[in-house]
């Protein structure tokens, strides 16, 4: 909810963190401000004020024994889950282009992999996939749309198994997944395809490969 320039912004902030036997959902909400004036029209936002924690649900397996080395490396990562809540001050960037990119205090970009995207809802992908040095592009074979696939999720366990299968450069491979797709300046207007868990994947026969 973001006020008037110099006024600071309230938020509300729903997170789910998962590990194999533990899983926390806090819920949060505090107060935000707005910096202007940042290279290429970005904003900078600076999450103030240490979050009022709503709730918390945590969940450890219960074939887990209490006082076990398990039980003790569980409930050290639930302590750090709840540290990482309780942080004064987080530090933000965004382009305009839907998505959050977290900085240190100067607005320094900490690096790829702390960008958050403003994603679409999950949805079922099946195609060819095609993986090369600079691009990996996938083809649905049920919409006829072409996609560029992002680097993250599940594409490193995609590039191994492609590795595997493909023969030939720049062959396509049978692809099935449950996917989710974000918004990129340097993509068409599909943007740019999140493969979030791998369903199927296997080496095309020539005479069912759509093209």
């Avoid at 639930?78 to 839907?98: H, S, V």
């Avoid at 049920?142 to 595997?164: F, G, H, P, Q, R």
């Avoid at 990129?184 to 493969?195: H, K, R």
């Amino acid at each position: 909810m973001q006020a008037a320039v110099g006024v600071d912004s309230y938020f509300e902030l729903h997170k789910t963190l998962i590990t194999k036997a533990v899983a926390y959902g806090p819920a949060s909400r505090g107060k935000y401000s707005v910096s202007y004036g940042l290279p290429n029209h970005e904003q900078g936002i600076t999450i103030i004020d240490p979050p009022i924690r709503l709730k918390g649900v945590l969940t450890i397996d219960n074939t887990t024994k209490s006082g076990s080395e398990l039980f003790k490396k569980q409930m050290k990562e639930f302590e750090e889950m709840q540290e990482l809540l309780a942080t004064p001050e987080i530090y933000f960037k965004t382009d305009g282009n839907e998505k959050l990119i977290q900085t240190n205090r100067s607005f320094d970009a900490k690096g790829s992999k702390f960008v958050l995207y403003k994603r679409s809802s999950l949805f079922t992908v099946e195609g060819y996939i095609t993986c090369e040095d600079s691009v990996t592009e996938f083809f649905e074979r049920n919409t006829m749309k072409k996609w560029k696939v992002a680097s993250l999720c599940a594409i490193d366990s995609v590039k191994i198994k492609y590795i595997e299968l493909a023969t030939e450069p720049s062959e396509g491979i049978y692809l099935k997944a449950l996917a989710y797709s974000i918004a990129d300046a340097t993509s068409e207007s599909n943007g740019l395809l999140v493969i979030k868990r791998l369903l199927r994947m296997e080496k095309s026969s020539l005479k069912n490969q759509t093209k």
